[in-house]
């Protein structure tokens, strides 16, 4: 095996093995696990395994490296964030491979979203700092009292983030953090560790001081006590988590019990409105891509279609049109990073049909190469007596349902206990604009998919979906303090 620096390695990689970054060195511990690409069910490296140890070590050297990292100059930061999007841009190609090799993903989600985004990211951030650090001075009501606020960061930041957008979901766990003069513990997913390694890697080739940034992974079965560990420890002052809804209420009510404020960006049942006036062509398009980009292991995914009866039957040929020129049968079958990603959308599905509803397009029986390809598949007819009328999928498939009206498509889109994303389609903006205001979501795009996420806009949840915002001046905000300081003339 051999290896050339910051760029990893070149050959032997299945005997590779990533290592944690604590304060600055790589750290290999005893216990490993195995990364398997899901694209062909090999091992391609293996993972150090942090144990509950290695995680406190994590938080303290992030503590100790704070003092000082909170007193750096914004132009200090600005221009480390300028030089950090510069080498990811450079080192594009290397860190898009390692994203395919651990996720699965086709070459448009990698270098056509995840790493241009991520780079977009942390050129925002840089441009942000300095006016989003400054405080204020306030008019105090009592005559002879004046006053300063000054906004301050929290301290050590944990962030956990997920496999499916390692890049897009890893940097902003923990860039905005570091903008704002906070250092961090970055707990990466057992699915994509490299990508997580490629993140601290990026940060301290460009010269993030050792100890700002941490970045721990361990097997499944430690998950747990390492994360308890870390939310409780007196150093971690918040917590941000994105990932499912099932875990960040855990998260959340752990930090609850610590009193330390969490921001949480959770799972998503998006539907898609075609309304009478759309652009059936285009939203036929936006439905396909937004259900089934990467494999539909998107929480911005489109779950529902919500089409207006009287162009129903036009708008299921244009989306039947649409499928199978993106994802038609002369291309290999979707990639889902686990055997259980598949397994699961069977078992909703087949309840589904079994329950009554249809097919429009797709064969949920149909034999793929390995258990964790799965092709698109779109019902009808689901109702709330069925699992997929309310349960995020996650994976390759969608309902449509036929609606009578705004109101109607508007209460089925608030008929979920999530609220992340959104999509309207037609050609009236008043009406898209009427509409969105209605939907219970984070964000509502017009005419284009679910999926969309640019690091100058505010991006979170309501009601089970999450709280807190990531992105632009929003996301720095997360990670500040106010401090109000008086004086008397």
């Known amino acids: 095996m051999s290896s050339n620096g910051t760029n990893g390695v070149t050959d032997g990689a299945s005997e590779y093995v990533i290592p944690l970054q604590i304060d600055g060195n790589d750290v290999k511990t005893k216990d490993t696990f195995n990364v398997v690409n899901p694209a062909t069910g090999k091992v391609i490296w293996k993972c150090s395994s942090a144990s509950k140890d290695d995680a406190i070590k994590a938080a303290e050297a992030a503590q100790a490296a704070f003092p000082t990292w909170a007193k750096t100059k914004p132009s200090e930061r600005r221009d480390l964030f300028l030089r950090a999007a510069d080498i990811l841009e450079h080192r594009g190609e290397e860190l898009g491979q390692y994203m395919k090799d651990e996720t699965g993903a086709l070459p448009a989600v990698v270098g056509g979203f995840n790493i241009p985004t991520s780079v977009e990211m942390l050129r925002d951030v840089a441009g942000r700092i300095v006016t989003a650090i400054a405080g204020s001075v306030p008019i105090c009501g009592q005559e002879g009292t004046s006053a300063i606020l000054?906004?301050?960061?929290?301290?050590?930041?944990?962030?956990?983030?997920?496999?499916?957008?390692?890049?897009?979901?890893?940097?902003?766990?923990?860039?905005?953090?570091?903008?704002?003069?906070?250092?961090?513990?970055?707990?990466s997913p057992e699915l994509s560790p490299r990508c997580y390694w490629a993140i601290g890697s990026?940060?301290?080739?460009?010269?993030?001081?050792?100890?700002?940034?941490?970045?721990?992974?361990?097997?499944?079965?430690?998950?747990?006590?390492?994360?308890?560990?870390?939310?409780?420890?007196?150093?971690?002052?918040?917590?941000?988590?994105?990932?499912?809804?099932?875990?960040?209420?855990?998260?959340?009510?752990t930090a609850g019990k610590n009193l330390k404020p969490c921001l949480m960006e959770?799972?998503?049942?998006?539907?898609?409105?075609?309304?009478?006036?759309?652009?059936?062509?285009?939203?036929?398009?936006?439905?396909?891509?937004?259900?089934?980009?990467?494999?539909?292991?998107?929480?911005?995914?489109?779950?529902?279609?919500?089409?207006?009866?009287?162009?129903?039957?036009?708008?299921?040929?244009?989306?039947?049109?649409?499928?199978?020129?993106?994802?038609?049968?002369?291309?290999?079958?979707?990639?889902?990073?686990?055997?259980?990603?598949?397994?699961?959308?069977?078992?909703?599905?087949?309840?589904?049909?079994?329950?009554?509803?249809?097919?429009?397009?797709?064969?949920?029986?149909?034999?793929?190469?390995?258990?964790?390809?799965?092709?698109p598949v779109v019902v009808e007819g689901v109702?709330?007596?069925?699992?997929?009328?309310?349960?995020?999928?996650?994976?390759?498939?969608?309902?449509?349902?036929?609606?009578?009206?705004?109101?109607?498509?508007?209460?089925i889109a608030n008929d979920t206990e999530y609220g992340l994303s959104g999509a309207v389609f037609t050609e009236n903006l008043a009406t898209g604009l009427r509409v969105a205001k209605q939907i219970e979501s984070g964000a509502v795009h017009i005419n284009s998919m679910t999926v969309h996420d640019e690091p100058n806009l505010p991006h979170g949840g309501t009601k089970k979906s999450g709280f807190g915002r990531f992105n632009a001046h929003s996301g720095l905000e997360e990670f500040l303090r106010v401090k109000t300081v008086t004086w008397q003339d």
């Open 266 to 375: 959770l799972g998503g049942k998006a539907s898609a409105i075609v309304l009478p006036d759309a652009d059936l062509k285009r939203a036929a398009k936006g439905c396909a891509l937004g259900a089934f980009m990467h494999s539909g292991q998107v929480c911005m995914s489109t779950e529902r279609i919500l089409v207006h009866s009287s162009i129903a039957s036009s708008f299921c040929t244009e989306l039947k049109a649409a499928i199978n020129e993106i994802y038609g049968p002369e291309s290999p079958a979707p990639v889902l990073v686990t055997s259980r990603g598949v397994a699961k959308n069977h078992k909703l599905l087949s309840q589904a049909l079994s329950r009554g509803a249809k097919t429009v397009t797709g064969d949920i029986d149909a034999k793929e190469s390995s258990d964790t390809r799965m092709r």
């Open 383 to 411: 109702d709330r007596n069925m699992d997929l009328y309310y349960e995020e999928s996650f994976g390759p498939s969608v309902t449509l349902r036929i609606i009578e009206s705004e109101e109607e498509a508007i209460e």
């Open 202 to 253: 990026v940060f301290k080739e460009a010269g993030l001081p050792d100890g700002c940034l941490n970045i721990i992974a361990h097997r499944t079965e430690d998950a747990g006590e390492i994360t308890n560990a870390l939310i409780e420890h007196p150093a971690v002052k918040k917590v941000n988590f994105t990932g499912s809804t099932a875990i960040g209420s855990i998260i959340a009510a």
């Open 150 to 187: 000054y906004k301050e960061p929290y301290g050590v930041v944990l962030g956990i983030a997920p496999w499916n957008a390692p890049y897009i979901l890893g940097f902003r766990a923990v860039a905005y953090a570091l903008a704002a003069g906070n250092t961090a513990v970055l707990k």
